[in-house]
């Protein structure tokens, strides 16, 4: 029923912000279209906090980033034009296709303090619409579909599961869920898709009679059905079809490493336009990165 358990690994982001980084590994590079994913927190900020924790603006091609946080806030600007406080069980999906920046910033902790945690993930875009025109979509936790049932509450991020379709635009099948667990509730996991997955941001839970605390990724079989709450849990659910070979360089997505090589480079010359609030502070293009890695899906 798991073909393979992921363990988070540390990774510091600059300033001291650290993430637990899920995907890629070697052995799993995507699941379905998902190709990263990392886990935010659980933080506690400050007041007053340094701006080196804030993430500077940034590029990506190729790609859609979703972001969903259970609880804190995160200031999103893109080269859009797009502000937008993000809070939890809201989704910011922001296309990126054939090129967007953004930043993601902590001003309510700068001001007041706050409680950080949440998911980022990338949704690889399929191969013929790689270059599609980059857009930006924010849906209020009041415009995601939710259910309640046998001590699971529920929430649709994206994509299509459990009879029911997120208003967020996506570029090929996958479903995204958060499942807030209580203690003893079983909860389906969704069907009909080649590759899924668990996360289990907080708690424990019992597949196959094994139990798995915070922090891990389950990749399941084909024969996967269910999922049982040791403790109260949050649950991320994913998956979908595949979207074939991808490469990824830095922030960058694409089936191409040409691409990856220009996208490179246009960043390094400053030819991709950044937000206009963020005073033109921005991420350089690291020194000595490591060759474009392929992703398999």
């Given at each position: 029923m798991i073909e393979m358990v992921i363990e988070q690994r540390r990774r510091d982001l600059g300033g001291g912000f650290e993430v637990g980084r899920v995907l890629p590994i070697a052995k799993q590079r995507m699941v379905g279209p998902f190709i990263f994913f990392d886990h935010m927190g659980p933080l506690d900020l400050a007041p007053g906090i340094d701006q080196s924790l804030d993430v500077r603006a940034h590029p990506h091609i190729g790609l859609a980033t979703v972001t969903y946080l259970f609880s804190g806030e995160v200031m999103h600007r893109d080269s859009l034009g797009y502000e937008q406080a993000i809070r939890p069980q809201e989704v910011n999906w922001m296309t990126a296709g054939s090129g967007i920046t953004h930043s993601e910033r902590f001003e309510r902790a700068r001001m007041q303090g706050d409680h950080l945690h949440g998911i980022q993930a990338w949704v690889a875009l399929p191969t013929e619409l790689e270059e599609i025109a980059p857009s930006f979509s924010h849906r209020s936790g009041s415009e995601l579909p939710k259910w309640n049932e046998d001590g699971v509450n529920g929430?649709?991020?994206?994509?299509?599961?459990?009879?029911?379709?997120?208003?967020?635009?996506?570029?090929?099948?996958?479903?995204?869920?958060?499942?807030?667990?209580?203690?003893?509730?079983?909860?389906?996991?969704?069907?009909?898709?080649?590759?899924?997955?668990?996360?289990?941001?907080?708690?424990?839970?019992?597949?196959?009679g094994t139990r798995y605390e915070r922090g891990r990724m389950l990749v399941l079989g084909a024969n996967a059905s269910s999922v049982r709450a040791l403790e109260?849990?949050?649950?991320?659910?994913?998956?979908?079809?595949?979207?074939?070979?991808?490469?990824?360089?830095?922030?960058?997505?694409?089936?191409?490493?040409?691409?990856?090589?220009?996208?490179?480079?246009?960043?390094?010359?400053?030819?991709?336009?950044?937000?206009?609030?963020d005073d033109a502070e921005f991420i350089p293009l690291p020194d000595e990165p490591k060759p474009p890695a392929p992703a398999m899906s």
């Open positions: 929430q649709l991020i994206a994509g299509s599961a459990y009879g029911l379709t997120a208003g967020v635009e996506t570029y090929s099948p996958l479903f995204y869920a958060h499942l807030d667990m209580m203690p003893g509730a079983t909860a389906e996991i969704p069907s009909g898709h080649r590759e899924r997955a668990i996360y289990i941001a907080s708690g424990a839970v019992e597949l196959d109260r849990a949050a649950v991320m659910v994913l998956g979908g079809e595949p979207v074939g070979e991808r490469f990824l360089y830095w922030n960058f997505v694409s089936s191409s490493k040409d691409r990856l090589a220009q996208a490179a480079s246009d960043w390094k010359a400053g030819r991709m336009k950044l937000p206009d609030a």
